[in-house]
């Protein structure tokens, strides 16, 4: 890992690590760092741009646009848990009290960083929030309104109805997506940071387990809003279809949904399972 940044010294006023992770794409990601410059009113973060190994010149195009943040680059792809690990070790070493994981294929709303930390620091009990998550190409639809899982059915998943755009009040939630949550540092040092046998898929569903199980509550802040246009570094692109997924991303996908049941579903689940399989064959 190299550090490619202008100013490497952090200032001890501010809060927040942003974490961006590149991989060869370097348009969204000047196009979310663009988003982030005009929403965040403060200077009360930094932001950090992990790069996974890009063979298109990402770090170049970056670094030239906005030499004003902190570049790491990861020399390899280490999927999306390794590439953003280098960028919370770097936020926890050099003593932010937040990380805010953030894909690259967002735009974010005005002013969307201060409700977050404000929760955060008005909920002792609250160890990571997540804003409401919108898509990109059509910002009237709900992407993410909270992640949710049910252990007897193995089912994880995310409410994302009309109805559900109408909520105001934070809510406790299950689990946090990747797209975008924000951490307290305090809490990836007692339990460590993302899960990197995933690699990709599940490790933020894995990571948020952990949260509860020994650090406090997940929360859901409805009120503030970022937009996401799911999954650009990981798909085979259909020209006007959004999230399309690759081969790959099913393989990781199943694989790693199978290593999270197996430790959190409930024993009925594998019941249901067994009695499904003697029945079908």
């Known amino acids: 890992m190299n550090m490619l940044s202008k100013n490497h010294q952090k200032s001890m006023s501010k809060q927040v690590a942003i974490i961006l992770l590149n991989w060869n794409t370097p348009t969204h990601t000047a196009n979310c760092i663009e988003s982030i410059i005009k929403s965040c009113n403060s200077e009360d973060y930094d932001l950090i741009i992990a790069d996974n190994?890009?063979?298109?010149?990402?770090?170049?195009i970056l670094k030239s646009k906005f030499p004003q943040h902190i570049y790491i680059d990861n020399k390899a792809n280490l999927g999306f848990a390794g590439g953003n690990n280098t960028a919370l070790k770097f936020s926890i070493e050099h003593n932010y009290t937040f990380s805010l994981l953030l894909n690259n294929d967002t735009e974010v709303d005005e002013d969307f960083l201060t409700p977050l930390t404000a929760h955060l620091n008005a909920n002792a009990n609250a160890v990571a929030v997540q804003p409401?998550?919108?898509y990109l190409n059509d910002k009237d639809q709900l992407w993410n309104g909270g992640s949710f899982f049910n252990p007897y059915l193995g089912f994880t998943y995310s409410k994302n109805s009309k109805s559900r755009q109408a909520l105001?009040?934070?809510e406790k939630v299950d689990w946090l997506t990747g797209c975008c949550f924000l951490i307290r540092n305090s809490a990836l040092k007692e339990i460590g940071l993302l899960n990197e046998k995933f690699f990709l898929y599940y490790e933020d569903v894995e990571l948020s387990f952990r949260l509860r199980?020994?650090?406090g509550e997940l929360h859901y802040l409805p009120t503030t809003?970022?937009?996401?246009?799911?999954?650009?570094?990981?798909k085979q692109r259909s020209k006007n279809t959004e999230?399309?997924?690759?081969?790959?991303?099913?393989?990781y996908v199943n694989r790693n949904k199978i290593w999270f049941l197996r430790k959190y579903a409930n024993p009925f689940f594998f019941v249901l399972m067994f009695i499904n399989n003697s029945i079908y064959y």
């Open 168 to 170: 105001k009040t934070p």
């Open 53 to 60: 190994g890009s063979t298109d010149d990402s770090l170049s």
């Open 132 to 134: 409401a998550i919108y």
């Open 225 to 234: 809003k970022v937009y996401h246009e799911a999954g650009v570094s990981g």
């Open 213 to 215: 199980e020994q650090c």
């Open 243 to 251: 999230g399309t997924l690759s081969p790959i991303i099913h393989y």
